[in-house]
């Protein structure tokens, strides 16, 4: 499908969501060598949303990733999260944090439960109720006394979900976290994820290849390519009535109705009358039509894909 508008309609948005950004990217650069990976990236991450992030191989999402955790530090700029600074005040700034960077990482011979337990052991602020409603959360009821080891990957991601969130974060970082799940495990993934912005509030930041899927997660994307911010799109935004969209008109006598009409006003593509109008030129544009005995079989607005914007964008790139 192809897009005119910049606002792609998306199924279960949130709606925007407005508050102090959960993290904000001050001017951050990271240079290895004489090679700048990150350039300058100035981004805000509102609170409550999947916020996406997008970009072809060697963009520096992953680099990007590593700073926000802690496990590289910017060569300039900072990392702000929830009103800390990630290079000077890291246990404050860490302490919001859940994190997976690709598969997480369990004890095999622990149950699942010791595996929730042993982490909650591990911070003062976790008591063991919030074990359990991890568990019901991420669906593991049934299996949370058996061993990792005996765990498939769609449940280990589950697991994983319900440690990085046992703390209660504000933020929960992925990378690349449907990494090998099959359909209904990216689908049950991509629920949780969702609903655990609604229910506590989290923040997701989410990379991943799969742009199918980033564009039914998430609520906002940002695109990088060679470290620089691109864009920044609202995928769950409504057009307003006012948006002018192409919208595709199946009919019978389609030359017919582009002379009604006027050349000015439509194009004929692919069998179908296309014109760009508003909301109120589609149902004036329809009346028209089946008062001129032109039967409408059907009607449609033009859409983009997530990765049509994003090959358009960068011109092709690969992504990671």
């Given at each position: 499908?192809?897009?005119?508008?910049?606002?792609?309609?998306?199924?279960?948005?949130?709606?925007?969501?407005?508050?102090?950004?959960?993290?904000?990217?001050?001017?951050?650069?990271?240079r290895i060598g004489r090679k700048t990976i990150i350039e300058g990236l100035t981004l805000d991450v509102p609170p409550g949303q999947v916020y996406g992030f997008l970009g072809p191989n060697g963009s520096g999402k992953t680099t990007t990733i590593r700073m926000m955790t802690g496990l590289m530090a910017p060569s300039a700029g900072d990392i702000i999260i929830c009103g800390h600074s990630i290079t000077g005040?890291?246990?404050?700034a860490i302490s919001q944090v859940g994190a997976i960077v690709e598969?997480?990482?369990m004890y095999g011979y622990l149950s699942g439960y010791q595996n929730l337990l042993q982490y909650a052991r591990m911070r003062s602020d976790v008591p063991k109720e919030r074990i359990g409603e991890v568990i019901r959360f991420t669906g593991l009821e049934h299996r949370i006394h058996d061993k990792v080891s005996t765990y498939s990957l769609g449940m280990r991601q589950r697991l994983g979900v319900a440690q990085a969130i046992l703390h209660r974060p504000k933020l929960l970082i992925l990378d690349e976290p449907t990494?090998?799940?099959?359909?209904?495990?990216?689908?049950?993934?991509?629920?949780?994820?969702?609903?655990?912005?609604?229910?506590?509030?989290?923040?997701?930041?989410?990379?991943?290849?799969?742009?199918s899927e980033m564009e039914l997660?998430?609520?906002?994307?940002?695109?990088?390519?060679?470290?620089?911010?691109?864009?920044?799109?609202?995928?769950?935004?409504?057009?307003?009535?006012?948006?002018?969209?192409?919208?595709?008109?199946?009919?019978?006598r389609v030359e017919e109705a582009l002379v009604l009409l006027g050349e000015e006003?439509?194009?004929?593509?692919?069998?179908?009358?296309?014109?760009?109008?508003?909301?109120?030129?589609?149902?004036?544009?329809?009346m028209r039509l089946v008062q001129a005995g032109i039967a409408v079989y059907g009607i449609r607005t033009l859409t983009r894909s997530l990765e049509d914007q994003f090959l358009e964008m960068t011109g092709g790139g690969h992504i990671v």
């Open positions: 499908m192809e897009i005119i508008s910049d606002k792609i309609p998306i199924p279960g948005g949130s709606g925007k969501t407005v508050g102090e950004p959960v993290v904000r990217f001050d001017n951050v650069v990271k005040q890291f246990e404050q598969n997480p990482e990494n090998g799940l099959d359909p209904q495990g990216i689908r049950e993934l991509r629920d949780y994820l969702r609903e655990l912005t609604r229910s506590e509030g989290t923040t997701v930041f989410v990379s991943s290849h799969l742009l997660m998430c609520d906002t994307v940002a695109i990088i390519q060679a470290g620089r911010l691109i864009d920044v799109r609202e995928l769950h935004s409504e057009a307003d009535a006012d948006t002018t969209v192409e919208t595709a008109f199946d009919v019978d006003i439509g194009i004929i593509r692919d069998g179908r009358l296309v014109v760009r109008t508003n909301r109120q030129g589609i149902a004036e544009i329809n």
